[in-house]
């Protein structure tokens, strides 16, 4: 083993071995499965701290309950589709590029395929390794014919309908998107007072802060408690400057505190307006495109955008008097999670599935599973309940799966293809049938758009398990043991999941469910190039290695956003090189060991102490990896490996080694040492996979692969009072040596230990040989308390406690404890300070005062004739050295 330890080489090492070996796949051997439905993360090309974060974590559980025993079932996935890619591409080649569909999949393909590339290197420098050999790609045909055959299923349930709806769109990607992919931000905006005038010549005034939709407004309201306006409904309002004439109702939905309490309603203002259009069956009216563009209701502002026609508007409504005021305000703009635009409302002809009438059988199957964190749960729950609407899983885009059928565009009726045409693109297809078979018409249309690609996503548990034609192996696996997911998907991947998964299957498809957090900069804030706190894991990696951002990320709890802490991966990295230094101590004196096992209690008492505290660490350890409770498991190895295994236990048995009394001992010592090392080599094993690999060929080696190991057991060994006292007695005496600057291996002319405890007395005994090999001198013991003299070196008054207490008494005070103290001598007088509680002064102006312990400053030693007393802790025991 090389002196010093070179993360580099070695983690380079077991990437290239492991990559080519088949320790992570699935073996199908019978014994119980645990099988990981793992994220596919995003091909953006890059993986991010947070990705990092995530797939760290359930590896860490894979790894675990591999040595567990479990045939684990761990397959990688790739999201490929949607929104991100298309952009960067079209980007690249230039909107014109997309007039070529198949050209324009291709250009995305081959980013995809790069990006992949780069992302699997950067997973597994971290050491995260599923299966590699097993990975699906939602780009690719056959992951397409899964997802196109799903939608088939639906269909068959009756699930899947179009329909021009008002939808939330996003005018600058020029797609529907789903409400889950809605952010609210804060924006500056002017509330616009505007004058109505009604039909009887009176006038109202109604502030808005969308003029532009004057020309879709299809009626007014006040709510109907609100006293100024209790004769409005029922009359009629004139729209300025576009003149349609529209009643006026009266709604508790109406927020009477905003604006002056009246309202208009467009069709597509917003979703509040989008429910009275229905409810009360008004007029549709479109004034916004699909390209953010005001349409031929607008009149002469036809064609501008929206800010463009919001103030050739308000500029129109100024001149001809409408105008009241402008007020600045700050209110919540809805925008598009991807590009910040803010969002439309724009009736399109859009593809859903039914999900609303679903919402309790989702709520049931989720409360079925168990999540971890448990209060997860809650999150799905409240997302279900505040549904309104089907989902739209159409998105007018290219990069995707295409939606598998055609449709009529008279009755809006759905063709469906057969299952073996599967996969297939409908543009590129004639249509089944020539005309309509529910009216006849001939004007049948291909689906044009492409899915969601939560779509793709929301049916992993169903392809990793073989879902729809390998029957054996879905039987086997369905449903799966975990879902690893971050908080942030709960409402998009989990609540799809579940629910796609639900009605193909009928059953839920995950057992449980494991939500983690997001990383935030070591500041505590969001990780943002914007405040400079972006930290990326390649530099990470490569300054200190995978393991130690491995032991990083396992001091987070579930469910939390972890700070990212680059003095938590030093101390990370510092732990390997102990770790390394013991093994290369352990390695080097066991290379003679032949072999012999031995039961506990034929060992030494400071053998079974550690082995004790090892037994301690293993329960813990499991305990903590059963139930994910990762952030106590390193901070608990490393005070075993630093404090107990390495600065105590190896430190007291050099002796037995070095200089061992029998060959026997010789033996037993190497028999503990080397198991001490491996289990704790198998129990680091999950969070730093590499270095326990490294030292587990060195040491041990007879599996393939430490990651194949059983997972250690306790041994069965106990403590002895005496045992962990002796330990106290040797760590005492050798932390003396260092205060006084004695070598660690000088012997020490005297050391007396006093034990007043007969039984304790007679374990200590047992340890003698270990304490004097340790501490390389000759100890006598006995029973009883020594005779302990106080030697006091000193006794001064304070004069910062003295002075603000006696004021300008204090040099009086001063002078007279130094009177007092040369007339009795220090030691009288610190007895009779403690006989007394305090010391009786006479000032020279004839007043007594009392001073105590508080106005001194004291340090006093003790001592046995001209032996020192070491402290270690133990009121029963009483080290005495003479240096
Ligand atoms: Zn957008
Ligand atoms: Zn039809």
């Given at each position: 083993?090389?002196?010093?330890?070179?993360?580099?080489?070695?983690?380079?090492?077991?990437?290239?071995?492991?990559?080519?070996?088949?320790?992570?796949?699935?073996?199908?051997?019978?014994?119980?499965?645990?099988?990981?439905?793992?994220?596919?993360?995003?091909?953006?090309?890059?993986?991010?701290?947070?990705?990092?974060?995530?797939?760290?974590?359930?590896?860490?559980?894979?790894?675990?309950?591999?040595?567990?025993?479990?045939?684990?079932?761990?397959?990688?996935?790739?999201?490929?589709?949607?929104?991100?890619?298309?952009?960067?591409?079209?980007?690249?080649?230039?909107?014109?590029?997309?007039?070529?569909?198949?050209?324009?999949?291709?250009?995305?393909?081959?980013?995809?395929?790069?990006?992949?590339?780069?992302?699997?290197?950067?997973?597994?420098?971290?050491?995260?390794?599923?299966?590699?050999?097993?990975?699906?790609?939602?780009?690719?045909?056959?992951?397409?014919?899964?997802?196109?055959?799903?939608?088939?299923?639906?269909?068959?349930?009756?699930?899947?309908?179009?329909?021009?709806?008002?939808?939330?769109?996003?005018?600058?990607?020029?797609?529907?998107?789903?409400?889950?992919?809605?952010?609210?931000?804060?924006?500056?905006?002017?509330?616009?007072?505007?004058?109505?005038?009604?039909?009887?010549?009176?006038?109202?005034?109604?502030?808005?802060?969308?003029?532009?939709?004057?020309?879709?407004?299809?009626?007014?309201?006040?709510?109907?408690?609100?006293?100024?306006?209790?004769?409005?409904?029922?009359?009629?309002?004139?729209?300025?400057?576009?003149?349609?004439?529209?009643?006026?109702?009266?709604?508790?939905?109406?927020?009477?505190?905003?604006?002056?309490?009246?309202?208009?309603?467009?069709?597509?203002?917003?979703?509040?307006?989008?429910?009275?259009?229905?409810?009360?069956?008004?007029?549709?009216?479109?004034?916004?495109?699909?390209?953010?563009k005001l349409t031929k209701v607008a009149g002469k502002y036809k064609g501008m955008g929206i800010l463009e026609a919001r103030e050739a508007i308000?500029?129109?409504?100024?001149?001809?008097?409408?105008?009241?005021?402008?007020?600045?305000?700050?209110?919540?703009?809805?925008?598009?999670?991807?590009?910040?635009?803010?969002?439309?409302?724009?009736?399109?002809?859009?593809?859903?599935?039914?999900?609303?009438?679903?919402?309790?059988?989702?709520?049931?199957?989720?409360?079925?599973?168990?999540?971890?964190?448990?209060?997860?749960?809650?999150?799905?729950?409240?997302?279900?309940?505040?549904?309104?609407?089907?989902?739209?899983?159409?998105?007018?885009?290219?990069?995707?799966?295409?939606?598998?059928?055609?449709?009529?565009?008279k009755c809006h009726y759905i063709i469906a293809p057969r299952e073996e045409e599967l996969p297939l693109d409908p543009t590129e297809r004639e249509?089944?049938?020539?005309?309509?078979?529910?009216?006849?018409?001939?004007?049948?249309?291909?689906?044009?758009?492409?899915?969601?690609?939560?779509?793709?996503?929301?049916?992993?548990?169903?392809?990793?398990?073989?879902?729809?034609?390998?029957?054996?192996?879905?039987?086997?696996?369905?449903?799966?043991?975990?879902?690893?997911?971050?908080?942030?998907?709960?409402?998009?991947?989990?609540?799809?999941?579940?629910?796609?998964?639900?009605?193909?299957?009928?059953?839920?498809?995950?057992?449980?469910?494991?939500?983690?957090?997001?990383?935030?900069?070591?500041?505590?804030?969001?990780?943002?190039?914007?405040?400079?706190?972006?930290?990326?894991?390649?530099?990470?990696?490569?300054?200190?290695?995978?393991?130690?951002?491995?032991?990083?990320?396992?001091?987070?709890?579930?469910?939390?956003?972890?700070?990212?802490?680059?003095?938590?991966?030093?101390?990370?990295?510092?732990?390997?090189?102990?770790?390394?230094?013991?093994?290369?101590?352990?390695?080097?004196?066991?290379?003679?060991?032949?072999?012999?096992?031995?039961?506990?209690?034929?060992?030494?008492?400071?053998?079974?102490?550690?082995?004790?505290?090892?037994?301690?660490?293993?329960?813990?350890?499991?305990?903590?990896?059963?139930?994910?409770?990762?952030?106590?498991?390193?901070?608990?190895?490393?005070?075993?490996?630093?404090?107990?295994?390495?600065?105590?236990?190896?430190?007291?048995?050099?002796?037995?080694?070095?200089?061992?009394?029998?060959?026997?001992?010789?033996?037993?010592?190497?028999?503990?040492?080397?198991?001490?090392?491996?289990?704790?080599?198998?129990?680091?094993?999950?969070?730093?996979?590499?270095?326990?690999?490294?030292?587990?060929?060195?040491?041990?080696?007879?599996?393939?692969?430490?990651?194949?190991?059983?997972?250690?057991?306790?041994?069965?060994?106990?403590?002895?009072?005496?045992?962990?006292?002796?330990?106290?007695?040797?760590?005492?005496?050798?932390?003396?040596?260092?205060?006084?600057?004695?070598?660690?291996?000088?012997?020490?002319?005297?050391?007396?230990?006093?034990?007043?405890?007969?039984?304790?007395?007679?374990?200590?005994?047992?340890?003698?040989?270990?304490?004097?090999?340790?501490?390389?001198?000759?100890?006598?013991?006995?029973?009883?308390?020594?005779?302990?003299?106080?030697?006091?070196?000193?006794?001064?008054?304070?004069?910062?406690?003295?002075?603000?207490?006696?004021?300008?008494?204090?040099?009086?005070?001063?002078?007279?404890?130094?009177?007092?103290?040369?007339?009795?001598?220090?030691?009288?007088?610190?007895?009779?300070?403690?006989?007394?509680?305090?010391?009786?002064?006479?000032?020279?102006?004839?007043?007594?005062?009392?001073?105590?312990?508080?106005?001194?400053?004291?340090?006093?030693?003790?001592r046995v004739g001209d032996k020192e007393i070491v402290d270690i802790g133990d009121p029963r025991v009483k080290v005495l050295v003479k240096p």
């Amino acid at each position: 083993m090389d002196k010093e330890y070179n993360h580099k080489e070695v983690e380079k090492k077991w990437i290239e071995k492991w990559s080519k070996s088949d320790i992570y796949s699935f073996k199908n051997d019978g014994r119980e499965v645990f099988s990981i439905d793992t994220p596919p993360p995003y091909t953006s090309g890059v993986a991010h701290m947070g990705t990092i974060l995530g797939y760290v974590w359930f590896d860490m559980i894979a790894r675990f309950k591999r040595m567990r025993g479990f045939d684990v079932y761990f397959p990688h996935g790739w999201d490929t589709q949607g929104l991100p890619t298309e952009l960067k591409v079209e980007k690249e080649l230039g909107k014109s590029a997309k007039k070529d569909r198949s050209k324009f999949r291709e250009a995305c393909k081959k980013w995809t395929e790069y990006s992949i590339e780069r992302m699997s290197r950067q997973l597994k420098s971290v050491g995260y390794f599923p299966d590699w050999n097993n990975v699906y790609v939602t780009m690719d045909r056959d992951y397409w014919r899964r997802v196109q055959y799903s939608l088939l299923k639906f269909h068959e349930k009756g699930l899947i309908y179009i329909k021009e709806h008002p939808v939330h769109f996003c005018p600058s990607c020029e797609s529907a998107i789903a409400k889950a992919e809605i952010n609210y931000r804060e924006e500056e905006g002017y509330l616009n007072y505007i004058k109505f005038k009604l039909e009887d010549g009176e006038t109202i005034e109604i502030a808005t802060t969308r003029p532009e939709l004057l020309p879709a407004c299809v009626a007014v309201a006040v709510n109907p408690e609100d006293d100024r306006y209790k004769d409005l409904p029922g009359r009629k309002a004139i729209v300025p400057i576009f003149n349609q004439k529209v009643e006026i109702f009266s709604d508790r939905a109406v927020d009477p505190e905003f604006g002056t309490g009246i309202v208009m309603i467009c069709t597509f203002g917003d979703e509040q307006d989008v429910k009275w259009a229905y409810e009360r069956g008004l007029p549709v009216v479109k004034a916004i495109n699909q390209r953010g563009k005001l349409t031929k209701v607008a009149g002469k502002y036809k064609g501008m955008g929206i800010l463009e026609a919001r103030e050739a508007i308000i500029s129109d409504l100024e001149k001809q008097g409408y105008l009241v005021k402008r007020e600045k305000i700050v209110h919540q703009v809805a925008v598009h999670d991807k590009c910040g635009t803010p969002i439309e409302f724009v009736p399109t002809l859009q593809w859903f599935i039914k999900v609303r009438q679903f919402k309790e059988d989702i709520i049931g199957a989720a409360m079925s599973m168990k999540w971890i964190p448990d209060y997860m749960l809650q999150r799905l729950i409240d997302w279900a309940e505040s549904l309104d609407w089907d989902w739209v899983i159409s998105r007018q885009r290219i990069w995707g799966t295409p939606i598998p059928f055609w449709y009529c565009e008279k009755c809006h009726y759905i063709i469906a293809p057969r299952e073996e045409e599967l996969p297939l693109d409908p543009t590129e297809r004639e249509p089944p049938v020539k005309e309509c078979p529910s009216c006849g018409s001939r004007r049948i249309s291909p689906a044009r758009d492409v899915c969601d690609c939560w779509v793709d996503s929301s049916i992993t548990p169903l392809v990793i398990t073989g879902w729809p034609n390998e029957r054996e192996k879905f039987e086997k696996l369905y449903p799966v043991s975990i879902r690893p997911q971050g908080y942030e998907i709960i409402r998009t991947w989990a609540f799809y999941t579940i629910f796609r998964c639900l009605m193909l299957t009928g059953k839920p498809p995950f057992k449980e469910i494991v939500i983690n957090g997001m990383v935030l900069g070591d500041d505590g804030r969001k990780m943002s190039k914007s405040y400079g706190n972006v930290v990326e894991p390649d530099e990470v990696v490569e300054k200190y290695g995978g393991d130690s951002l491995r032991q990083w990320v396992s001091t987070g709890a579930l469910g939390k956003d972890v700070p990212f802490s680059w003095k938590e991966v030093k101390h990370g990295h510092k732990f390997l090189r102990k770790l390394w230094n013991i093994a290369r101590f352990v390695k080097q004196n066991t290379s003679d060991y032949d072999g012999s096992e031995y039961d506990v209690s034929e060992l030494k008492p400071i053998d079974r102490w550690i082995l004790y505290h090892l037994d301690q660490l293993i329960e813990s350890t499991t305990n903590d990896f059963e139930r994910y409770e990762f952030p106590q498991i390193m901070r608990r190895i490393w005070s075993f490996t630093w404090n107990k295994l390495a600065d105590d236990y190896l430190e007291i048995v050099k002796h037995r080694i070095y200089d061992p009394k029998s060959i026997e001992e010789k033996r037993k010592t190497q028999f503990v040492l080397l198991k001490v090392l491996r289990d704790l080599v198998k129990l680091v094993a999950p969070i730093t996979p590499f270095i326990a690999e490294e030292i587990y060929q060195e040491i041990d080696g007879r599996k393939e692969s430490v990651h194949i190991e059983e997972w250690p057991e306790r041994i069965g060994s106990w403590l002895e009072e005496g045992a962990e006292v002796s330990v106290l007695i040797i760590r005492g005496i050798r932390r003396y040596k260092g205060e006084k600057g004695i070598p660690l291996n000088r012997k020490l002319k005297e050391v007396e230990i006093f034990v007043n405890d007969q039984r304790l007395l007679g374990e200590i005994r047992r340890n003698l040989e270990d304490i004097e090999g340790a501490t390389r001198s000759e100890i006598l013991i006995r029973e009883g308390v020594p005779e302990i003299d106080v030697v006091v070196k000193e006794l001064e008054p304070d004069i910062s406690k003295i002075g603000p207490e006696f004021k300008e008494k204090t040099k009086d005070v001063i002078e007279q404890m130094r009177k007092i103290k040369s007339e009795i001598g220090e030691e009288k007088l610190y007895k009779s300070l403690l006989n007394s509680g305090i010391i009786e002064l006479k000032l020279e102006s004839g007043e007594t005062v009392n001073v105590s312990e508080r106005h001194l400053k004291i340090r006093i030693e003790r001592r046995v004739g001209d032996k020192e007393i070491v402290d270690i802790g133990d009121p029963r025991v009483k080290v005495l050295v003479k240096p």
